[in-house]
């Protein structure tokens, strides 16, 4: 039984060091970009955006994609799910998916 166990988690293992060296990479991605002033702070974009997005529920976990140096933020509104996309380097929202 214990060899059952040690097997499980070993096999289980592969899986969360992908994910881990992704979430990294993204945060470094991220980090060269401010230092390069090609991003501004995502906290700064944070409060800039839910302002503009009266009477939606912000949800967190901004997504950033380097390729076009935007962030998706996600909020809900009466029930519907509201994709933003943000210009990482202005900050301004480049689509709505309520739109």
Known sequence: MGIGVAA??????????P???QQ?????????NRQ???????????RRVVT???????????IYFESSNTYR????RNGQVIRVDVDAGSGRIRDRSDR
């Open 8 to 17: 499980a988690t070993a096999a289980a293992l592969p899986v969360y060091a």
């Open 19 to 21: 994910v881990h060296a």
């Open 24 to 32: 990294r990479s993204e945060q470094d991605m991220v980090f060269q």
């Open 36 to 46: 390069q002033g090609r991003a501004m702070p995502l906290r700064q974009i944070e």
């Open 52 to 62: 503009q997005m009266r009477g939606a529920d912000y949800l967190g976990n901004p």
């Open 73 to 76: 933020m996600t909020f809900m």
